[in-house]
């Protein structure tokens, strides 16, 4: 497995925690004080389409890394939790980093 894979994954899980992070403080703001309707709109709608990118991402480490089906939605399903990616996403890292490493050739000097 191609440690671009891992890279990939890290990136979106944490991008997908910020905003579903800044979409709960837009969600307060609506609800609790009934303003920025518009911006909560537009958060949600832009988490929404990252989260599709994560859940692609997540997917094709999974397959790669050979999860079980359990791990695989606990991870897909980390995206939809606030602050849930950040966890899963360091446990992910640590139990996925021996497995790129064990695989990328070392570097020939000339």
Same mark, same amino acid.
């Given at each position: 497995m191609k440690s671009s894979v891992l890279t990939r994954y890290r990136v979106m899980a944490y991008v %997908?925690?910020?905003?579903?992070?800044?979409?709960s403080a837009c969600m307060v703001a609506k609800y609790g004080f009934g303003v920025g309707e518009d911006l909560t709109f537009a958060v949600s709608q832009a988490h929404g389409f990252l989260y599709i990118i994560y859940l692609v991402f997540a997917f094709d480490l999974g397959s790669k890394a050979k999860w079980p089906v359990g791990k695989l939605l606990w991870v897909l399903?980390?995206? %939809?939790?606030? %602050?849930a990616a950040f966890f899963v996403e360091r446990k992910v890292t640590r139990e996925t980093l021996p497995l790129v490493s064990a695989e990328e050739p070392e570097p020939v000097e000339a």
């Amino acid at each position: 497995m191609k440690s671009s894979v891992l890279t990939r994954y890290r990136v979106m899980a944490y991008v %997908t925690a910020v905003m579903l992070l800044i979409m709960s403080a837009c969600m307060v703001a609506k609800y609790g004080f009934g303003v920025g309707e518009d911006l909560t709109f537009a958060v949600s709608q832009a988490h929404g389409f990252l989260y599709i990118i994560y859940l692609v991402f997540a997917f094709d480490l999974g397959s790669k890394a050979k999860w079980p089906v359990g791990k695989l939605l606990w991870v897909l399903l980390a995206g %939809t939790i606030p %602050t849930a990616a950040f966890f899963v996403e360091r446990k992910v890292t640590r139990e996925t980093l021996p497995l790129v490493s064990a695989e990328e050739p070392e570097p020939v000097e000339a």
